[in-house]
C-alpha cells in the first residue's frame, strides 16, 4: 500500500469509510487531477460521473466497479479501468477486503466530476 | 509493488536494467499515456522531454530526479513528481536500491517523448 496522508471522503458522496489523499491538482499547464483513494470493507462512492472520463489504476486489496446498465465488475491489485466521458459509474471496497486506487481525471478544462445518489445496499449486496 | 507484466526498455534509451509496463495506451477520447517503470539499482532513464510534461508517483523504492539546470532530487515512495512541458529531464533509481514509479503524461495530442542522450556515469556517481 502507498503511504500517503489522506482525509475522510465527503459522508454524502460515500457510503462507508473512504480516505481520499488529492496528489495532483488540476491546472492549465497538465489539466490532470490524480489522487489515492482507500476504501473501507463495505466502503464505496455514489454514483457520478466525469465530462472527460477516469482512469483508475488498482495499487491494493479488491473491489467492485460498475458503469451504468452493465454488470458489476470485481477489480483487483493490478487492475486498469477506463471510464468514459459522461457515464455514470461507481467504484469501492468488496464487502470483505478494503481496495486502494489511483484516480486519474484527464482533461479538468472539461470538468472533474458530477456526483449523483448513493448505491443502494441492494445493489451492493447483491454482487457474487 | 504493484504486480503487472512488463519488458525491458530500449538499451538506447535507458542505462542499466529497467523495465516498462505500459498501462493506458493514448487515445484521442482520454489523451493520457500511463505506464508503470521498475528501475533497477543503477538504472536510469537518458535525458528526454515530454511535449505536454509529465506527472511521475513514485510507488515503491529509492531514486533520483533531475530538470536540466537543477539540483538531483532524491525521490521516495508516496512522492509524487511534476515535470513542465518541454523542459529535459532524467529519472531513475539509486545507486543501492530500485525504484517503482508511474508515469503519467498528459495531453499526448501534443506528443509524448523526445529522448535525448544518457546519463553519464559521472552525473550519475556525484549525487550525494
Known amino acids: ?18 480516505y481520499n489523499t488529492g496528489l495532483v491538482d488540476a491546472d492549465s499547464v497538465f489539466t490532470t487531477a490524480v489522487g489515492n483513494v482507500y476504501f473501507e470493507p463495505g466502503a464505496r462512492s455514489n454514483w457520478h460521473s466525469h465530462p472527460a472520463g477516469q482512469i483508475l489504476i488498482i495499487t491494493d486489496g479488491v473491489g467492485y466497479h460498475q458503469i451504468e446498465g452493465r454488470p458489476v465488475e470485481i477489480i ?4 486498469v479501468i477506463k471510464c468514459p466521458p459522461n457515464v455514470r459509474h461507481w467504484h469501492g471496497a468488496s464487502a470483505d477486503v478494503g481496495l486502494q486506487q489511483l484516480y486519474i481525471v484527464p482533461n479538468t478544462e472539461k470538468g472533474i466530476v458530477n456526483w449523483n445518489e448513493a448505491v443502494t445496499d441492494k445493489l451492493y449486496k447483491s454482487v457474487q
Chains 1, 2 share one sequence.
Do not use: V
Open 76 to 79: 483487483k491489485k493490478g487492475d
Open 1 to 18: 500500500m502507498l503511504i500517503f496522508d489522506s482525509e475522510r471522503c465527503d459522508r454524502t458522496l460515500f457510503t462507508g469509510n473512504a
